[in-house]
């Protein structure tokens, strides 16, 4: 059935990965601190921090990883226990550091599949060095069947890493 779908929507889909990946990638360094890091995920309207020794990709901090260590809500003076946790804390100790990764000329379908998958929000694009090159995220799929059926938004070569 979405085979159907797909052909009576005339999908157009890209070869490869560099043709749909976002190029101006937002980054941390492992030893900065997690203070307002989350304040900046949000405000930027990122999930996805790639973490690099100058170009090099060296892991990947993710919303949930920022989320994971602040405590309740619920309890008594939980703003000083994060700011305490977050200056504590540097990147590296939170951070994911066996990252998937794929290349530029890893077709669109077969990264589609991986997100799907191995249920990833994201996949860093790096080269034959590990030098980050571009991330592609989930959203990124959206907004690839949302150009495809007319509806706008975006258009596909021209965003910034708006959806990281």
């Known amino acids: ?4 779908v797909a052909v009576a929507m005339k999908l157009e889909i890209p070869g490869t990965v560099s043709e749909i990946m976002v190029r101006d990638v937002v980054s941390v360094d492992e030893s900065d601190s997690l203070n307002d890091l989350l304040t900046s995920l949000h405000a930027m309207r990122f999930r996805h921090l790639p973490v690099t020794d100058g170009d090099r990709l060296i892991g990947l901090l993710t919303e949930r990883d920022l989320l994971g260590i602040a405590t309740s809500s619920l309890w008594p003076h939980h703003g000083e226990q994060d700011r305490a946790l977050q200056t504590r804390f540097r990147v590296r100790d939170i ?4 990252v998937t990764t794929v290349s530029p000329d890893t077709s669109v379908r077969e ?3 991986l997100l799907l998958q191995q249920r990833f929000g994201c ?3 790096v080269d034959a060095n590990n030098v980050l ?3 592609l995220t989930s959203s990124d799929f959206v907004r690839l069947v949302a150009h495809a059926q007319g509806g706008g938004g975006t258009p596909l070569r021209s965003r910034a890493a708006e959806t990281q």
């Open 111 to 113: 990264a589609g599949k």
């Open 133 to 135: 090159l571009g991330i």
């Open 123 to 125: 996949l860093p694009v």
């Open 95 to 98: 951070m994911v550091k066996d």
């Open 1 to 4: 059935m979405a085979l159907a």
